[in-house]
Nanobody
Framework: QVQLVESGGGLVQPGGSLRLSCAAS????????MGWFRQAPGKEREWVAT???????DYADSEKGRFTISRDNAKNTVYLQMNTLKPEDTAVYYC??????????????WGQGTQVTVSS
């Protein structure tokens, strides 16, 4: 099994910044990619950003220039630096990772989510 644990959410004023972290643990042989998704109240979960094991990054258009995804491969950890936050960024943010376990099987793991609230 692979477990993901997010941290770093909270309440921030518009224009502020937050840094989310997500640590992966368990029976991990490899992590092909890690990413962030979010789900606002009453809306479907949406993709935010992804980073591959090689460091290639992709972002949803609404986050380009404001969010930065990075990872520490040695710690199996992914980060999301969020700047210039807007009230519409309010959501539960989920971490995702997929790759191979030590048994050679594929996994697609999700964290429990961390709440980000942008409000004055």
């Amino acid at each position: 099994q692979v477990q993901l644990v997010e941290s770093g959410g909270g309440l921030v004023q518009p224009g502020g910044s937050l840094r989310l972290s997500c640590a992966a643990s368990g029976s991990i042989f490899s992590i092909n990619a890690m990413g962030w998704f979010r789900q606002a109240p009453g809306k479907e979960r949406e993709w935010v950003a992804t980073i591959t094991s090689g460091g290639r990054t992709d972002y949803a258009d609404s986050e380009k220039g404001r969010f930065t995804i990075s990872r520490d491969n040695a710690k199996n950890t992914v980060y999301l630096q969020m700047n210039t936050l807007k009230p519409e960024d309010t959501a539960v943010y989920y971490c995702n990772a997929f790759g191979l376990t030590n048994r050679g099987t594929e996994y697609d793991a999700w964290g429990q989510g961390t709440q980000v609230t942008v409000s004055s």
